[in-house]
Every structure is written in structure tokens, then in C-alpha cells.
């Protein structure tokens, strides 16, 4: 059955958008990009007594004005795509705010319905809202809402039902009231513009937006009209015009609240005990430690969830070994492409999506209940630094995890711009691969001194993305800086099917695209492992290595260090077992599979690689090996989620060159310092 009526959601961010939108598609959803943009784009269906239809979830917005990629996405899409119903979410504890997107619809000629949620929220602090006094002074139905507990859906059903069968095509809201100077300019707007305003957008809504000095209105019309009337609607709408608009709106959003809203007298304690903690929790210095004590959790809680993976890596090693007894008698090639490439590479991928639910299932709950917003705010001053706003320190963070989680994790990013700079800096953050090999090798080789390199490599490494970050928003990414401009919404109670659902729609976003990446680059990785003898000492892995060796020599790296380093594409904690083979250890494992029972192989194992290791490397070649493997190309799986969020292998090829060339660079430059200082 075809949806023949489509309805869209509008509103601010954090009004409880995606709980409705996720309560009624459940299954019935799919999340991708709007065409042309970044932006996500969630569309779904829902049934309701016998009609089906088709439900649309425009992207968060405060307003209607194109000051981002966001507003002009919903603009257009309600103005040109004109759906049968537009369904405002509104936030009953923040009127005053979340009202200002109806204000603006109540312009445009569709179908409106208010959908007030979070009124238990308006309540507890006191305030009782009449929503047939909103819905009659707006002109619109309003529908009294808890989304977090299924309150008013039937309601809200039913007024889409009769919204959608009522086929007065002259229904619209009633429009909010000027006056004063605003009226007189809007009139002479107006006036102005008769006759020229291209369909589907209306006399009234373009002179408005040109009044607010809208950049892409202003735009349309300046090449209708002729210089003479361009200069004369210069002056119009100079002057602050666009301050006088808002103040317009604000006051018609007062009357609205004044004619619903009535607060008992212990309204200002109520708040009062709300905002306490918040005043810990947004504080400049113990918001810091408030942030910290948090992440720390949300950072265990992940891995516990992630975990759970771990015992699917021990059925993986199970169906390699089947799979090499069962294939046996066959071509040894065979047998390895099965054991060692597919159902290797298909493990990966399905371990790493354990750990990513642990992922966005921690992101979701800190997103549900309001703390995120907060997280951006306490650490925005520490993201100036390199050039960032708040929002992109929560990414950093999961990078040290995983990088993949750390460039998902920009999604929260709501600035292209900032949001891919975000991205492309990712891969600068030293994940738990890296941390395993250098804990391995600097006990090895550095012993006490350890803790001063990993000291060295953090320093490093915040110095990388400080000039990184310097280089593309100077010459690469060009525009403007935008600093962060964002509420704090009110903390909720954790709702647990929205938070699972936030996460299972981002896991099956993964699993639609990264998955099957991840698992083909494993498989690559196997065949240049393998072939053409069937071992690695011998294989194209090991030539290429060989071949890097006048690179490798100013790094003190010969070309087993230097294949070890190609090998870490397919994950950087395989870099360690690749050096085991290639230097003897594991001398009779032919491929890739069995290098991870190397690193837990026990003390013996670790011995006997230590011993190795120090007769065949230096001191100097192992801290020039460890500067490298930190600051090399990204993972294959990081790679793959870097093209899936860009959507363009420009920026997923010039990031990989560029961090091949700083590998190089710092692989010659801690040599080099090693040199000097062993």
C-alpha cells in the first residue's frame, strides 16, 4: 500500500521531535541524506485506521531564516513540497523559545497542527496550560503531549486523520498581528514586490523574510526587481528591521501565553531546585570535573556494552578452523581465503558493531536526558583552542575509544563546516589500538621512560591538531568561524525506547554501509598478506614493505617494521602480531588470523617477542616505529566511515595522504630527537 498523505514534523531541537517520530514509524523507518546535503533525512510510515502514511522529520531548526543548511532544507520543503500536514512540536516548559517556529509557520499556507509535549515537565515546575485557549488564539488544533510516556497519541492521530480529510485547500492558521512600524514596512514591502514573486512563495512570507534581511530571499527578488526598486527596498529594510520583526513575534508569542498559561506561586522554587545542579554543571571549573567524573562512566559503560562482542571473536577463530579442516583437501588458497579473509574479515566488522552500540546507546541516554548540550558548553572554551566550538569535543572523546565511534560521533556537530574539520581531525586522536602496541613496545624497549613517551605523544599529538586544524580552516575548508550558539534544554528522566531506538537507527547505518567496507578491506588486506607464496615474509605485503626501505632508513625502520606499519591500515593493534611474524615468532602462521593469539599468548610468548624484538630493533627505530604507527593513515574501518560521512573520496583521499605524509614526517622527526637523546 502506497502512502498517498504525507505529514511533516517541524521543530527546535530537543522539543521531543524524534520521540514522536520514532513512536510512530518504529520499524518503519529509514535514515539517509537529504539530496546534495549532510544533513540527515528520516522518513518512515505509520498506519492508522485502515490510511496509510507517509511521515517526514525535518531537520532540528530555531527559525525559518537561511542561516543554515538545516532551515533551508525545512523552509523548502514545506513551501515547495507542500505535505498535507505540518505537525509543530512545541516544548510546553519552554514556551517562550520553542513557540517561535509556529510563529513562523503560521505564514505559510499548509496544514498546522501543535503538538505541545513535555506538559508533565510544565506541570511539575508549576504551569498549567490550557491548550484550547493556544489552539484558539493561534488558529490551529493543539494536542496536549508526554511523548516519553505515550500520552496523546490517539489524540494526535486523529487530528492528523481529520486535518488530512478536511480538503478546504483555503484552511490555513490564523496569522499572527503587526503593528506599528512593522505593519507600515511590511505594507510597503509588499507594495513593492506585487506582482513578482515567483510560485510557490507568498507576498507575505517573502516581505517578512526580506525585512529579516534573509540572504537567499533577498536573492530571488534582487533579480526581479529593477536598481531603482533595489535601492528603495535597501532602505527599507535597514535599521534594525529585522530586530523589530522578531520583537513582533515575541510579543504575539506573549499573548498566546498569557491567554493559556497560568503558574501556581511555587513556580520559581520548583525551577530553582531544577537549576541546581545545573549551576555545578555548566560552572566554568567544577562543571570541568562534573564533565569528567560523567565521561568516565559513559567511557566504561560503552566498553561494557562493546564487550559483549568479545566472546563473538572466540566463535570467529571456531569457524576459521572449521572452515580450514573443512576445505583442507582442497587448494591451500581456498582455505585461506575462507578462514582467514571472509569469515576473519566478516568478524571484524561484526565485533566492531558491539562496540559501536556501546557506543550510541551511551551518546543516546546522554542526549535524552540534556546533559550533552551541557558537555558542548563546559568544554567550548578548551575547543576554541584549535579552532572548534563545544560540540566537537564529545567526538574527540570517542575517538580515543575508536576512531570510527569519534567520526560518527559528529553528527552532533550541527555546522557543516565545523562538523567536517571535526571529521577530517579525528584520525589525530591516538585510539585504543595504538595505546596497546605502545604499551607493548615502550615496556619492551623504554621501560621507566614509557610514561614520558606516551607523555610526548599526547603533546604531540594536540600540537598536530592544533596545525591541522589551522591548515584547513586557513586554506582547505574556507568560511566563516561560528561560535556556539545553543540552549540548554531541561534535564528529562532517560527514556529507554527512544534511547534504543536512536541507537539502533545509527547501528543500522553502519551495518548498511560500513559493514560490508570494513569487511572487504579485511579481505584485501589477506590477500596482499598471502599471495603469491602463501606467506606473509614473502608476500606482496612484505615486497611493498621492501620497497618503502629508503623511506623506512631515515626513520631508522627497516622493511619489516615498515610492513608491519601497511599492515596497521586494516587495524592498528595488528600491527603487533605482524611484527611477531615477520621477525620469527610466529613463524607456521601463514596468515593473519592467528597473529592475536600473540598478544595473548602469555608470558612465555611475550618473553620470547621481547627477546627477539631487542636483538632486531633499536631503541631509537622502536620510538621512531611507535611516532609513525600514531600519526599514520587511518585504520581501513576509519577510512571507510571517513567517505560514508563525507560522501566524497576527495576529502577521504587527501586526508589519507595527509596523514601518510605526517606519519613519515614524525617517524624521521622522533628518530631523529631519539638520536640525540639515547
Not at 529579516?212 to 533579480?223: A, F, G, N, T, Y
Not at 546533559?371 to 584549535?386: K, N, Q, S, T
Not at 621501560?447 to 591538531?465: D, E, S, Y
Not at 610466529?586 to 592467528?594: A, C, E, H
Amino acid at each position: 500500500m502506497k502512502a498517498n498523505n504525507v505529514i511533516v514534523l517541524a521543530g527546535q531541537p530537543n522539543t521531543g521531535k524524534s520521540s514522536i517520530f520514532n513512536r510512530l514509524t518504529g520499524s518503519n523507518q529509514h535514515v539517509g541524506n537529504w539530496p546534495g546535503k549532510t544533513v540527515e533525512k528520516k522518513e518512515g510510515a505509520f498506519k492508522f485506521k485502515g490510511h496509510l502514511y507517509q511521515l517526514v522529520d525535518l531537520p532540528g531548526t530555531y527559525s525559518l531564516t537561511a542561516n543554515s543548511a538545516e532551515e533551508i532544507i525545512t523552509r523548502d520543503y514545506i513551501i515547495k513540497k507542500h505535505p498535507d500536514v505540518l505537525v509543530v512540536v512545541v516544548d510546553a516548559s519552554q514556551l517562550e523559545r520553542t513557540l517561535y517556529l509556529a510563529a513562523e509557520t503560521s505564514m505559510l499556507p499548509v496544514k498546522t497542527i501543535v503538538a505541545l509535549n513535555m506538559t508533565d515537565i510544565a506541570e511539575r515546575e508549576g504551569r498549567k496550560i490550557c491548550h484550547e485557549a493556544m489552539g484558539k488564539q493561534m488558529g490551529v488544533t493543539v494536542i496536549p503531549m508526554v511523548a516519553s510516556k505515550n500520552i496523546g497519541f490517539s489524540e494526535l492521530l486523529e487530528a492528523i486523520k481529520k486535518s488530512v480529510e478536511n480538503h478546504d485547500p483555503d484552511e490555513r492558521p490564523i496569522q499572527q498581528e503587526f503593528e506599528g512600524e512593522v505593519l507600515a514596512r511590511l505594507n510597503e514591502v509588499k507594495g513593492l514586490i506585487k506582482g513578482l514573486v515567483p510560485s510557490p512563495f507568498t507576498e507575505d512570507w517573502m516581505a517578512l523574510k526580506l525585512m529579516e534581511d534573509d540572504r537567499e530571499v533577498r536573492e530571488i527578488m534582487r533579480k526581479r526587481l529593477g536598481p531603482d526598486q533595489c535601492l528603495h527596498l535597501d532602505k527599507i529594510i535597514n535599521n534594525g528591521l529585522a530586530l523589530l520583526v522578531a520583537d513582533s513575534r515575541y510579543k504575539w508569542i506573549q499573548k498566546i501565553i498569557d491567554a493559556s498559561e497560568t503558574k501556581s506561586h511555587d513556580t520559581k522554587s520548583l525551577l530553582d531546585k531544577r537549576n541546581k545542579f545545573d549551576k555545578v554543571a555548566t560552572h566554568p571549573v567544577w562543571g570541568i570535573f562534573v564533565a569528567l567524573g560523567i565521561l568516565f562512566f559513559a567511557i566504561v559503560a560503552a566498553m561494557s556494552i562493546g564487550s559483549l562482542g568479545l566472546p563473538f571473536l572466540k566463535i570467529v577463530s571456531l569457524a576459521s578452523d572449521g572452515a580450514r579442516i573443512l576445505l583442507g583437501p582442497g587448494p591451500e588458497w581456498l582455505s585461506s581465503m575462507m578462514a582467514d579473509g571472509l569469515i576473519v574479515g566478516v568478524g571484524i566488522a561484526t565485533a566492531l558493531s558491539f562496540f559501536l552500540m556501546g557506543v550510541f546507546i551511551v551518546v543516546g541516554f546522554l542526549e535524552d536526558v540534556g546533559y550533552l548540550p551541557r558537555l558542548a558548553y563546559v568544554f567550548d572554551l578548551f575547543m576554541h583552542g584549535i579552532g572548534l566550538h563545544g560540540k566537537s569535543f564529545m567526538p574527540f572523546l570517542m575517538g580515543f575509544c575508536c576512531n570510527i565511534s569519534g567520526v560518527l560521533g559528529t553528527r552532533v556537530v550541527d555546522s557543516w563546516r565545523q562538523r567536517l574539520i571535526t571529521v577530517l581531525l579525528i584520525p589525530i586522536i591516538p585510539c585504543y589500538g595504538i595505546w596497546a602496541v605502545v604499551s607493548f613496545i615502550g615496556t619492551i624497549f623504554l621501560g621507566v621512560k614509557t610514561p614520558m613517551v606516551v607523555l610526548a605523544l599526547l603533546i604531540t599529538a594536540a600540537l598536530h591538531l592544533a596545525l591541522t586544524s589551522f591548515l584547513l580552516r586557513r586554506f582547505i575548508v574556507k568560511g566563516e568561524s561560528t561560535g556556539l550558539i545553543m540552549e540548554l534544554p531541561p534535564y528529562h528522566k532517560p527514556n529507554f525506547k527512544t534511547i534504543w531506538t536512536y541507537a539502533w537507527t545509527n547501528e543500522k547505518g553502519y551495518l548498511k554501509r560500513g559493514f560490508s567496507i570494513i569487511a572487504m578491506a579485511s579481505f584485501i588486506v589477506w590477500f596482499f598478506s598471502y599471495f603469491p607464496e602463501g606467506k606473509i615474509e614473502t608476500s606482496f605485503l612484505a615486497s611493498t614493505g621492501s620497497f618503502l626501505n629508503p623511506i623506512g632508513n631515515l626513520m631508522g625502520c627497516d622493511w619489516k617494521l615498515m610492513a608491519a606499519l601497511i599492515v596497521s591500515v586494516m587495524a592498528k593493534e595488528s600491527a603487533l602480531p605482524a611484527i611477531a611474524i615477520l621477525y620469527g615468532t610466529g613463524q607456521g602462521l601463514s596468515s593473519i588470523t592467528g597473529l592475536a593469539s600473540i598478544t595473548s599468548g602469555g608470558e612465555h610468548t611475550h618473553n620470547e617477542l621481547a627477546s627477539i624484538l631487542m636483538q632486531s630493533i633499536s631503541p631509537e627505530s622502536a620510538l621512531a616505529f611507535l611516532f609513525a604507527l600514531t600519526f599514520s593513515i587511518p585504520c581501513s574501518a576509519t577510512i571507510s566511515v571517513l567517505y560514508t560521512e563525507t560522501r566524497s573520496l576527495k576529502w577521504t583521499a587527501g586526508a589519507s595522504a595527509y596523514y601518510t605524509l605526517s606519519s613519515l614526517v614524525a617517524g624521521i622527526l622522533a628518530y631523529q630527537a631519539a638520536l640525540l637523546i639515547f
